[in-house]
């Protein structure tokens, strides 16, 4: 059967400017909110990648009409919304399909949905969002055909999370926007995505407070209406094509970013020797001669993103000396691993770290286990001599608009190829 791959030459300098489409993780999360409002909500800036139609998908089935303008404004009518099970294949297909959980029992108070798929980065429970729902009074079983949540009524309750979760905190604050009373979320994640989702829900009418702190308090209302919200630009795009900059870069600037969120990374690009400029809504990357080795930990936000670390360790085989990345949010999501040893990479792995050392990297043929490994693989792929080619590229494409035209207007060689 053929199948669409990625090749790249590598080799070829970087130079330019590329600019970061909405925020893929907010995107996924603003999409299912917008079937509590009762008129129409507009998303505007959203990345055109397929877990965002499959989103669209997922409403159409519930009544919704969406309509995509331009290519990334989109327009969510939910007035005539109905209640129906979600069908199994299309919420396996991406691991964000649990809003619908959060978003369809504040709304109808009942869901019938399949369990999410998503990236294999090793376990990844959803108990505490279940803990969640059952304290605002929902009862949640699994079933032949998925999960069953349902309440009498949502009431408002005090949530102490076991675990620091994006996603639990926000499928919380999404049913508890519309539970009678007050919640208290705490030990909540901070993400940016999770101030972006409750902008959004405040637009529509919902009162929180808190986010982006570790305490979230919401004063639950009955209804929410329509809104226009911007998204925020997509920080581990952006920080993807910084590596790539950091790496072959001449002189690229990287467009549409809030350097706040850019943070944690640009220390660890300084720290290795990258020449960093942060301007008010861009940044100017450019290589050094030489790069620092470095140890990097990931952790919660504000914190070294997990989504981070597989792009920035193709860099770690320029530097003279040994490097190591800790995962202390996945410790598993070391597929890239494997693949980066084909490219002739000195890198190891051990329990929740691997160790990169100093190489020259060859083309070869590889495959992206998920989305960041994908990503991982098309930067060792620009610094390598001769042709790597990125199989599996699905999961590239379920979180990067426009990846080979974006690299590409920035000098690489890199093309798609049916094969
Ligand atoms: N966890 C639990 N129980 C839960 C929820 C999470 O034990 O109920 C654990 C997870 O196993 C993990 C940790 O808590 O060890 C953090 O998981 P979190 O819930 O924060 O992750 P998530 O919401 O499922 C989001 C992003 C991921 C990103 C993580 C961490 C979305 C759709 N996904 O996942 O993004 O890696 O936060 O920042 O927002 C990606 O973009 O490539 C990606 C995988």
């Known amino acids: 059967m053929s199948q669409e791959v990625i090749k ?16 893929k993780n907010s995107a996924v ?15 505007e800036g959203l990345p055109e990648i397929s877990d965002v139609k499959t989103l669209m998908s997922l409403l159409e089935d519930l009544n919704i009409t969406t309509t995509l303008v ?12 109905v209640n129906k099970p979600l069908p199994n294949h299309k919420v396996q297909s991406l691991r964000a399909s649990y809003y619908m959980m959060g978003a369809m029992l504040g709304k109808f108070k009942k869901v019938i949905i399949g369990l999410p798929g998503g990236c294999p980065l090793g376990p990844r429970p959803i108990d505490q969002h279940i803990k969640g729902f ?20 949502l009431v408002g309750a005090k949530i102490f999370l076991d675990v620091v979760s994006v996603g639990a905190t926000i499928n919380i604050m999404l049913a508890a926007s519309m539970a009678k009373g007050k919640t208290v979320i705490e030990n909540a994640a901070k993400e940016p995505e999770i101030v972006d989702v409750a902008t959004l829900l405040n637009k529509m009418g919902a009162k929180i407070r808190g986010a ?20 925020i630009p997509d920080r581990i795009e952006a920080g993807t094509y910084m590596c790539a900059a950091a790496m072959m870069g001449d002189e690229v600037k990287v467009e549409n970013i809030i350097p706040l969120h850019m943070e944690p990374l640009t220390a660890k690009l300084k720290e290795i020797g990258v020449d960093v400029e942060l301007y008010e809504d861009y940044a100017i990357i450019r290589r050094p001669k030489t790069y620092a080795p ?33 995962d202390t949010i996945y410790p ?9 040893q084909k490219m ?10 691997a160790s990169i050392s100093h190489s020259k990297l060859k083309g070869a043929e590889v495959a992206a286990s998920d989305l960041r490994a994908g990503a991982c693989l098309v930067i060792a792929g620009l610094a390598a001599e001769g042709v790597t080619t990125v199989f599996n590229i699905k999961h590239i494409d379920r979180g990067y608009s426009g990846i080979v035209e974006k690299l590409k207007a920035l000098g690489a060689d890199i093309w798609r190829e049916t094969i």
């Open 8 to 23: 790249i030459r590598g080799g070829n300098p970087l130079k330019g400017k590329v600019t970061i489409s909405g925020a």
């Open 29 to 43: 999360a603003l999409i299912p909110a917008t079937l509590m409002a009762n008129s129409k909500v507009t998303l």
């Open 70 to 81: 331009e290519g990334d404004v989109l327009e969510v009518d939910p007035s005539n919304a």
């Open 134 to 153: 059952e304290a605002l009074g929902a009862k949640v079983t699994e079933e032949a055909d998925g999960m069953h949540l349902v309440a009498e009524e």
């Open 212 to 231: 982006g702190t570790d305490t979230l308090k919401i004063e639950g209302v009955e209804t929410l209406h329509g809104t226009t919200h911007a998204i």
């Open 294 to 326: 470095v140890t990097i930990t990931t952790n919660v936000y504000p914190g070294f993103a997990t989504d981070l670390q597989q792009p920035f360790t193709p860099l770690l085989f320029l530097s003279n000396g040994t490097s190591t990345i800790i």
């Open 332 to 340: 598993e999501r070391f597929r890239h691993v494997a693949e980066l």
């Open 344 to 353: 002739q990479g000195d890198i190891t792995e051990g329990k929740g770290f």
